[in-house]
């Protein structure tokens, strides 16, 4: 080690002095290695002390250079130390400023969920209301299409949201029709309840038929042979 502090105490160049702390120090390692010397178990490479901190009055490479270690680095970390907070003061929560981003989402939440259930709640109502029934009404087939009275035997109803407002949609069909539609409700919102929903013809005949039982065949019999 002596020759180590020859080359710090010299007047080298800066690079050539880290050229040969550098080769000592693998040149330490390699020893220890191989004689299994140093701290540790036997065999096993270890940093030499004198690259990291003072031992025996020898100043330490850090300092030699020029740096100065705010600590050891072969000292154990305190496991309790906080982490320093980035940009001194502004990591400070400041006691006059009020973030209102979370109260907010939690309030959208719950808005959410209101909606949805006073949403569940209108329909069920509605549906009570003029479900298999059929009824009169205002309406158009779709958003922003022409609207006229339509006479619909209503199947079901639903409550969607069409350009910042709310729409009531019934799902039915037409007196004399197969196919089922959406008939989105126009003001002034007035169903007139006729009655009943009517069940068409070839409806009403496909839940008429049931099933007839077979018949089993009947075996002709021959007079001559009768008895025999």
Do not use: C, H
Request: no cysteine; hydrophobic share 30%; glycine share 8%.
């Amino acid at each position: 080690m002596n020759k180590t502090k020859e080359i710090i105490k010299s007047d080298g160049s800066l690079k050539q002095k880290i050229k040969e702390l550098i080769k000592q120090v693998i040149d330490e390692i390699t020893t220890s290695s191989a004689a299994g010397s140093g701290e540790g178990s036997a065999g096993v490479p270890r940093v030499p002390t004198w690259v990291s901190k003072n031992k025996k009055g020898r100043p330490d490479v850090a300092t030699v250079l020029g740096y100065t270690l705010a600590k050891p680095v072969n000292e154990a970390a305190d496991p309790n130390a906080q982490p320093p907070q980035q940009g001194g003061e502004q990591g400070q929560q400041d006691p006059n400023l009020y973030d209102a981003k979370l109260d907010l989402s939690d309030f959208e939440s719950k808005v959410s969920q209101s909606t949805l259930q006073n949403k569940s709640s209108f329909q069920n109502k509605i549906m009570s209301k003029i479900g298999n029934k059929q009824v009169q009404l205002r309406a158009s087939k779709g958003y922003g299409q022409p609207e006229k009275d339509y006479l619909v035997n209503v199947s079901g109803i639903s409550i969607d949201f069409y350009y910042e407002k709310y729409v009531i949609i019934v799902k039915g069909r037409e007196q004399g029709k197969q196919k089922e539609s959406e008939y989105f409700v126009k003001a002034p919102y007035q169903i007139k309840i006729l009655g009943n929903a009517v069940v068409t013809p070839s409806v009403k005949k496909k839940q008429q038929q049931a099933p007839t039982a077979p018949v089993a065949p009947v075996v002709p019999t021959n007079a001559a042979t009768k008895g025999v």
